[in-house]
């Protein structure tokens, strides 16, 4: 059980930005909020993760919700290379495999 | 830099026969290491993962098993190849208790016929 809901599927133009949702409803107040994005025929990337604040890095930004029952990643210029399957995951502090898997959004960018 | 490694890339084999696949990190000690099953158009499934050398915790009944004979070393094995084991198997790891960020191998695809 992924415990995480996302859209199958999103479509982007290239150079435009796109915002990725995800809810998470029943989290608790000790789990993290991970993305990762998986290429055709590759490993999974990680992307970003975060607990309450929103955060940024090279690769994108992430908001969460104030209440922490959803969040967004946000690719803020789409191109080509990030069409790929994005997963987001709650996963609980400490080693044990806890990020589980769904079936993540499809994403689809336009040239 | 850590780099993890996997091979190999691609394997074929007829059902019954051994599996051995082997993943390997460079750059770090003492990592978490993982193994995931991905059958075609699904997600990732947690087949094994150990915090540490000889420690094994399984996830799923199956017909695999997992052992981890040095710190960076994890290999994924099953005596009797079956059908259903088809599957790209990807390798990860992790370090720390922290966020439990994982970071992944390119991946064996397994076709048994």
């Known amino acids: 059980d992924a415990k995480t809901t996302q859209p199958n599927s999103m479509e982007s133009n290239e150079e435009e930005p796109v915002h990725l949702p995800c809810n998470h409803s029943t989290i608790s107040g000790t789990d993290y909020i991970h993305w990762y994005r998986q290429l055709p025929s590759q490993g999974p990337e990680y992307v970003i993760h975060g607990l309450t604040s929103n955060v940024n890095n090279r690769m994108a930004s992430l908001a969460i919700a104030e209440d922490r029952k959803s969040s967004t990643l946000i690719l803020h210029r789409a191109t080509l290379r990030d069409a790929a399957v994005y997963y987001c995951i709650r996963g609980r502090g400490g080693s044990q495999g806890n990020l589980i898997f769904g079936k993540g959004t499809k994403l689809s960018v336009k040239p | 830099s850590q780099t993890i490694h996997q091979w190999p890339a691609t394997l074929v084999q007829p059902v019954g026969s051994p599996l051995s696949l082997e993943c390997t990190v460079e750059g770090t000690s003492n990592p978490n290491l993982y193994w995931y099953r991905q059958a075609a158009g699904r997600g990732l499934q947690l087949l094994f993962y150990s915090v540490g050398i000889g420690q094994i915790s399984s996830e799923v009944p199956q017909n695999l098993s997992a052992s981890r004979p040095q710190d960076r070393q994890f290999i994924l094995s099953s005596k009797k190849l079956l059908l259903s084991d088809s599957g790209f198997y990807l390798c990860?790891?992790?370090?720390?208790?922290?966020?439990?960020?994982?970071?992944f191998g390119a991946g064996t695809r397994l076709s048994v016929l």
């Open positions: 990860a790891w992790s370090v720390g208790s922290g966020k439990n960020i994982q970071y």
